[in-house]
């Protein structure tokens, strides 16, 4: 087999057409999902499913029919069994500009490729960033601003943005949410800021399996001043299940040794759902 796999791109179950491409780009209005699937299946799939069904109900006004985004997700992956990073975007060839508010029905873009390998990667130094995202609790498309922000972390020699909010709370980073580590003893404690932020699915499945497992975890407002309060932290998506952090600002972090493995079970003890 090749080390490579073809990369996918089908709306509704065919192939993209350029004229398709021309109205996303031109309209740019609709929500999305990125996932990890591994041998066919997904940790998760049924949060994925229900973010894409209640963010069509809002952006659109309209049904998703989530069976049928099964279908079109198994054709599009195919007998593919390695680790792929599939999106699946929700738009409308029916979304009316000058009357956006205006019921649609939804299509449905799934684009395939091989996952890329985030083993061993190094610890991230974060730049704090005032800035809080439009419709936070919705995976919309307007993007723009995360890689903006990250783009002027790196400038300044770091890796990625934190965004905080005029408060001084600390809501989430550039594509990922973030969670703060700190000691009781010889127990650890999982901090998830309690700010307007998107719920992600990362996020959700390492919460479910702490919770499983007797984790201690709480949601709790995080300021950026407070950050001396933690020991550590990590960021966390549905494609890269946990990222340590070296420093956000000028503080610094330790790396546990004992977080990365209590995190891998956390998000292991979480099912694969075929797909």
């Known amino acids: 087999m090749s080390t490579k796999v073809t990369s996918r ?17 031109a309209n740019n209005y609709g929500h999305f999902s990125a996932m990890r699937v591994e041998g066919g299946a997904v940790r998760g799939l049924g949060l994925h499913l229900d973010r894409l069904q209640n963010s069509t109900r809002e952006l659109f006004g309209s049904e998703l029919d989530r069976e049928q985004v099964r279908v079109w997700l198994r054709q599009a992956i195919g ?9 699946i975007n929700v738009f409308s060839r029916r979304f009316d500009r000058a009357h956006p508010g205006a019921v649609a029905a939804p299509d449905v873009l799934i684009s395939v490729a091989l996952a890329p390998d985030a083993a061993n ?8 960033f005032r800035y809080a995202r439009e419709l936070p609790h919705v995976k919309h498309v307007g993007t723009f601003p995360l ?10 020699g770091y ?34 800021p309690k700010a307007p932020q998107l719920d992600g699915t990362g996020m959700r499945l390492l919460q479910a399996g702490m919770t499983k497992l007797g984790v201690a975890s709480v949601s709790n407002p995080v300021k950026l001043v407070d950050l001396h309060a933690f020991r550590a932290a990590f ?30 079970r ?10």
């Open 9 to 25: 791109l089908e709306i509704n179950g065919a192939p993209a057409s350029a004229g398709d491409m021309r109205l996303l780009v």
């Open 79 to 87: 007998k593919e069994r390695r680790e792929l990073s599939v999106r």
């Open 121 to 128: 990667a190094a610890p991230l130094r974060l730049k704090s």
């Open 147 to 156: 890689f903006h922000y990250r783009a002027l972390a790196q400038d300044a």
């Open 159 to 192: 890796d990625d943005a934190l965004f905080v909010g005029a408060d001084g709370c600390i809501s989430e980073a550039s594509i990922w949410n973030i969670g703060f580590v700190a000691f009781e003893g010889a127990q650890l404690r999982i901090v998830w």
């Open 235 to 264: 960021v966390t998506n549905a494609s890269s299940s946990y990222l340590p952090i070296a420093s956000i600002d000028s503080i610094g972090f330790e790396q546990p040794p004992e977080l990365a493995g209590l995190l891998a």
């Open 266 to 275: 956390c998000h292991a003890s979480n099912p694969l759902e075929a797909i």
